[in-house]
Structures are given as structure tokens and as C-alpha cells.
């Protein structure tokens, strides 16, 4: 078991492509982490520079503290799953499962004996003979896990490993790709275009666009509060409503209410009693921690559709006012369009408490729950400095 | 065929997939039928008929063959010119084809797949001149590159005076079918290395397979079935090639004198055509026993 640790790594294609420009990233000893982004955004390509499949250009990455930036993949302790499995089509499964320990010509019994308590471990047992033709694409999966998990490497690599399951399966194999990774202990990267399957499996996230690291955090932090509009954006099923916004007044630097940097606050009371500061948006105004923003800034306001709340009734302070647009039904909630002059909001309410299309409402929400992004960098206004690892 | 050619309306519609009706479909393939029939199954009757004759190029056997029955087989089973012709087939197809071509062609495909485009399509074009360029051509190239005097082969070794094609000739032929036919061998496994999933060659370099490791486990597996097609359409081809005679006339003294161009030495310097269309059809016979062999192994690999 061991450690990632990558410094200023950069992958350069032969077109000048810098898939990955420049990344410092540790991922700690038997940590479940995940490469999060969208497709381009250069998260493959730094799994395969880390299992050794692409050549750096620049940096270092160690594994166990050892430099392994020019070592060959098979001499790096890595074991790595593909995302259409890689099986081999002649192989039965026990000869799939033992083919790292055939290329080290260990012993067939020995073999088999890996074999067998293998796929114990993974619920393989009595598919043993099979080809993988003849397996469903979940048994498929857990046949190339078992393959991965006994080449013994120090790091398992996993590129997209949920995308090639249909999606009642997805959740299934989600479930049993966590507990095994609790039960191994062993250091897991994988790469995802999927936030909802990064949010739900990993300890920790590093969300990743043009190259570059955009956030790094745990699930909790990346949702609760992207440091970036374009980490707000892609995290979340329900997208961010980020509204342009101008702050009102100022809650001054000191006695704002501060959210944390690391670990956000559960609800918005403790901030609520210190001065709040407001920011005018899409007609109305919300309460918002501006920090040194000055008043009269233009800001973008960030606001999850699950932290605003619908007010039917008068309300008192600041609120956003609309009518409502269109409800979609979400299962257990429903996503409600607010039209607040002429700004399209969306939040979420509890099902069968939807407002009916043409309501008049007011939507409110705590202020540690809102948020602002400098308005020319996307950028997260935070007390100084930012708390981006 | 004209009552079922045109379906009348009211009747059951075709129920082929085309839905063209027997007369229909039978009127589009005959074309192709009749210039099968006039250029290919015709003649390979009638060397049939020839071959149990006694016809010869000139002569009283020319205006008037009689029928002579099996006579001809009989004498190729006891011609000895006739074994060593068959014996140097088997030398030049195993040589040429299935070790040469193969193994080249094989080879050139697996470093291609990993070089610059830029090179590959160079390496590609300069192989494929060597299949495409008529065989007057690429003989006369040969016989210039091993010729004893001022040939290419004796200016590079420096060694003046010998004389490779009457010295060595099966040697000289081998290495120039190679040279001509492993554009086919190349180009077929270039896209049937295309068939190996690079996620299987990459599980198993992630496992530190050698690169036998990996041509074994992972690529030969995927590409068998290729290899045997493969192998069957050179050794074909090769054992009815007819450019050694380009080359050597199949001397001296007979050392260089495969089926193809012995049928060509009894049919035209002998005049024999009778028995020549005897060995041709034996030429047929092994040709297609050796497809079966072939067939056979296909199927069972699939």
C-alpha cells in the first residue's frame, strides 16, 4: 500500500496538446480518490501517466516515494482496469485473473490457488471455467478486478470503471466497488465524467479541466462550495444556478460570517447572527458573506437549486421573487423554474409541495449557503487567501 | 425464367431478402456465369479432356489426339523431373511463402503499427511497388540485381564472378518472391493487428508481459484466424507463381524447375500439351487439398 505523489507532472502529445499542464497532487495511502471532469479535460491521460502508459513530458510522479516517472508500467506496482475491461476473449476467467502471475511464470498451482480465493473475494466462485463471452457485464468487471487485484500492485488504477454498465447495474456495482476498495485498503484512483458516481465513492476529489486542477476536495467540499464557477457548474445533478449579481451591501471583512475553509457549516445559524452583507440579484437581493468585495462590484452569485427554499407567503428580508415557470418531477423532489425578472432560478422542493406554473413566489436562503465568484475569473470571493490545496 | 422473372400482381411477393424472385435474381448473376463458364470452367475442362490424350503441339498427335486414358498420370507418378519439380514447389512455397512472406510481412505490420505516419506510408508504398510492378519488370530487376557480371548483389558484397542464379538459384527465387509478395502478408496484418483491442496490449504491458509474452497471449489468439487465411492465399499463389521462369527457365539442370514452369517446359519446349494438362491437373488436385487442410484448421480454431 502506498501513496501517490505527483509534482509539476505535464503529459505533452506529439500535436502540442497539453493534456496535462502542470499538476501537483498527492493522493494518500489507501485513499479512494477520483479524477473528475469532462471528456478532454485530460483525466485519462494523467491515470495513464501514472500507470506508465503515457510518457511525462515534465514532473515526477512517485508511488511509495519512489520516482517512477521513467519506469516501465509493468515494473510500477500498478495494477490497472480498463474501461471496456480488457479481457482476453480466449482466456477462461481463472486464466484471466492469473495472467499477471503467468507473465511472472509462477507456478499453475499456486495459480489456481490465487484463482480460486480471488474470486471467492470478488463473487466469482463457479464461473471459474467460463470465457468472458459468456459473463454479463457486471461478472465482467469483477473478473477484471480480480485480474487487477492479484498482480498485487501497491496502487490500483481504474479508468472509468462504472461507464460500460447499464444504469440499474451502475448502482450495484458502485456499492460493491466501495466496500471492496474499504475491505483492500488499497490506494484507488479513478477517472470519471460521472460527479454523481465521484461524490458518492470517493474520499476525496480532484476535478480537473483543460490539464489543470481546478478543485481538490472532499465530496462534501467540492458540492457544498466550489471554489470556481466552473467546478459550481459541472458538480451537482441539479446545476448551480449562478446568476449575475451586484453586492448591496457590505458585510465588512471582519464579523462576516465565515463558512469555513475546509469543512462548510451544516446550516446557516451560526452565520446568521453576525453582520450579513447582500447582494442584489435577478430583481430581488439574497444575504451573502461579501467579504472585501466592495459595494457596487458586479459578482456572479452561486446558489444550489437544494439550498434555496420557497416561501409562499410574505416574507420579510432578502428574498428573490418570481412566478414559477415549470415544475420537473425528480422522483423524491421536484426541480422548480422561478422566473424572477426575467432571471431563470431553479430550486428544488420536496415532492408534492410544488408550487403550481404561474404562483407567485419568494425564494430565500442562508447566507452561508450563497456564494460569490469574482465576476471576470470565476473565481470564489473567500477571506484571504484562497483555501485551494 | 421469363414466367417467373416478373412476379404478376396478386401473386405472394418474393420472399427473399432482395426481394427479386428466383427468374429475377437468376437474370443478374448470369452475366457473371456466362464469363465464369467461357474463361474458367471451360478450359479447366477441357486441360481435363487434353490430359487423358495424347496431344501434342505439332505432329500427327496435333491434328488427330487419340484418348490414352490414365497413361499420363501413370507417367507422372514415375517421372522423376516431375518429383523434383514437386519437391522444389514445396521449397519455394515453404520457403517464399509461409516462412518468408509470413514472418516478413508479419514483422514489417508489428513495427509499422508504432512508427510515424510519415515513415509507415513511405515503408507501405515502397512495398507495395514491389506487388504491384509487372512480373517482365520485376524480373528483368532481378535478374540485373543478381547477374554475374556487374549485377547490384556482387557490387555490394564485392564479389565479382559469381553467378547467383546459376550457383544458387532456389536461394535467388525465395528471396526474390519474398521480396515481391510480402506487400499482401504486410498489409493483411496491418489490419488484423488493428483488430487487437489496444486495452488488451495495454493490460498486458500494465502486467510487464515481454513482448513475446504479449504476441502470444494477446495478439496470435486474436489474429489466428488471419494468419491461416493468410497463409493459405500465398501458398496458393506461390506454388502456381510462374515468374521463376522469368528468372531461371527453371535451370540449370532442372534445379530451379517448380510444377508451374515444368508444365510450361513439357507443354512448349517438349510440346507434350497432353501430359502437361496431366500435371496441371494434379497441380488442381494438391492445390485444393491443401485448402481443405486449411479449411479444416479454420474451423476448428473458430
Request: net charge neutral; with cysteine; aromatic share 8%.
Amino acid at each position: 500500500m502506498a501513496g501517490i505523489d505527483i509534482e509539476g507532472l505535464a503529459t505533452v502529445y506529439p500535436n502540442g496538446v497539453r493534456a496535462v499542464d502542470g499538476l501537483d497532487l498527492h493522493v494518500a495511502d489507501g485513499e479512494f480518490f477520483a479524477l473528475l471532469g469532462p471528456s478532454g479535460c485530460g483525466k485519462t491521460t494523467l491515470l495513464r501517466t501514472i500507470a506508465g502508459l503515457e510518457a511525462a513530458s515534465e514532473g515526477t510522479v512517485r508511488i511509495d516515494s519512489v520516482d517512477v516517472t521513467r519506469v516501465e508500467p509493468g515494473k510500477r506496482g500498478v495494477a490497472m482496469v480498463f474501461q471496456d475491461y480488457a479481457l482476453f476473449p480466449h482466456m477462461n476467467v481463472s486464466e484471466n485473473i492469473t495472467y499477471p502471475l503467468k507473465v511472472r511464470r509462477v507456478a499453475a498451482a499456486t495459480r489456481s490457488e490465487v484463482a480460486s480465493h480471488t474470486a471467492g473475494e470478488l463473487s466469482l466462485q463457479g464461473l471459474l471455467e467460463r470465457k468472458p463471452a459468456q459473463l454479463s457485464g457486471g461478472q465482467q468487471q469483477r473478473v477484471a478486478l480480480a485480474r487487477a487485484i492479484a498482480s498485487k500492485g501497491k496502487v490500483l488504477l481504474l479508468d472509468e470503471p462504472l461507464s460500460n454498465l447499464d444504469a440499474r447495474l451502475r448502482l450495484e456495482a458502485r456499492t460493491f466497488l466501495k466496500k471492496l476498495q474499504r475491505d483492500l485498503g488499497i490506494t484507488t484512483v479513478f477517472v470519471t465524467h460521472d460527479q454523481a458516481e465521484a461524490l458518492a465513492l470517493a474520499d476525496r476529489i480532484a476535478v480537473m479541466d483543460s490539464g489543470k486542477l481546478r478543485q481538490l476536495g472532499s465530496p462534501r467540499e467540492v458540492f457544498a462550495r466550489p471554489t470556481n464557477t466552473f467546478v459550481a457548474n459541472f458538480i451537482g445533478s441539479t446545476p448551480m444556478n449562478l446568476l449575475p449579481g451586484k453586492v448591496a451591501a457590505s458585510s465588512g471583512v471582519e464579523g462576516a460570517p465565515r463558512p469555513t475553509d475546509t469543512t462548510s457549516s451544516q446550516n446557516g445559524s451560526a452565520a446568521s447572527s453576525a453582520a450579513v452583507g447582500l447582494v442584489s440579484v435577478a430583481g430581488g437581493s439574497l444575504p451573502a458573506a461579501t467579504f472585501s468585495t466592495p459595494v457596487g462590484a458586479e459578482v456572479t452569485v452561486g446558489i444550489r437549486p437544494e439550498y434555496l427554499t420557497v416561501a409562499s407567503g410574505d416574507v420579510t428580508g432578502p428574498a428573490l421573487r418570481g412566478i414559477v415557470v415549470v415544475a420537473e418531477n425528480l422522483g423524491t423532489q421536484s426541480l422548480v423554474t422561478v422566473d424572477c425578472d426575467g432571471t431563470l432560478v431553479g430550486v428544488t422542493v420536496p415532492e408534492e409541495t410544488e408550487p403550481a406554473p404561474g404562483t407567485a413566489v419568494a425564494l430565500t436562503a442562508p447566507a452561508t449557503r450563497v456564494l460569490l465568484y469574482d465576476h471576470d475569473s470565476g473565481e470564489l470571493l473567500a477571506r484571504q487567501p484562497a483555501p485551494v490545496a | 425464367m421469363a414466367s417467373a422473372s416478373a412476379p404478376a400482381r396478386g401473386r405472394a411477393p418474393a420472399r427473399d431478402v432482395a426481394g427479386l424472385g428466383v427468374g429475377r435474381a437468376l437474370g443478374f448473376v448470369a452475366p457473371a456465369f456466362l464469363l465464369i463458364g467461357a474463361f474458367l470452367i471451360f478450359p479447366a475442362v477441357w486441360t481435363i479432356y487434353i490430359g487423358i490424350t495424347n496431344y501434342r503441339l505439332t505432329g500427327v498427335e496435333a491434328v488427330s489426339p487419340s484418348i490414352v486414358g490414365l497413361s499420363n498420370y501413370t507417367k507422372a507418378l514415375n517421372d522423376a523431373l516431375f518429383h523434383n519439380a514437386l519437391w522444389l514447389t514445396l521449397v519455394f512455397v515453404l520457403g517464399s511463402a509461409i516462412i518468408g512472406q509470413n514472418i516478413l510481412g508479419f514483422t514489417l505490420a508489428w513495427i509499422m503499427r508504432r512508427t510515424r505516419p510519415a515513415v509507415r506510408r513511405t515503408v507501405e508504398a515502397f512495398v507495395l511497388l514491389a506487388w504491384i510492378l509487372p512480373s517482365t519488370v520485376v524480373a528483368y530487376l532481378w535478374v540485373a540485381f543478381y547477374d554475374r557480371d556487374g549485377g547490384t548483389l556482387n557490387g555490394l558484397l564485392g564479389t565479382q564472378g559469381t553467378a547467383w542464379l546459376i550457383d544458387y538459384p532456389m536461394a535467388c527465387l525465395v528471396v526474390f518472391n519474398t521480396w515481391r509478395g510480402t506487400a499482401f502478408s504486410m498489409m493483411l496484418y496491418s489490419s488484423a493487428l488493428q483488430a487487437v483491442p489496444p486495452s488488451q496490449l495495454e493490460s498486458a504491458r500494465m502486467v510487464g508481459a515481454s513482448g513475446w509474452q504479449t504476441l502470444r497471449d494477446v495478439v496470435f489468439p486474436h489474429i489466428r484466424g488471419h494468419v491461416l487465411t493468410n497463409t493459405l492465399l500465398i501458398s496458393l499463389w506461390t506454388a502456381n507463381d510462374f515468374s521463376p521462369f522469368l528468372l531461371t527457365k527453371g535451370g540449370p539442370n532442372h534445379e530451379s524447375e517448380t510444377v508451374p514452369v515444368y508444365i510450361y517446359n513439357v507443354a512448349l519446349q517438349g510440346g507434350e500439351l497432353g501430359y502437361s494438362s496431366a500435371i496441371s491437373f494434379l497441380l488442381l488436385i494438391a492445390n485444393l487439398l491443401v485448402s481443405l487442410v486449411y479449411l479444416r484448421l479454420l474451423r476448428r480454431r473458430s
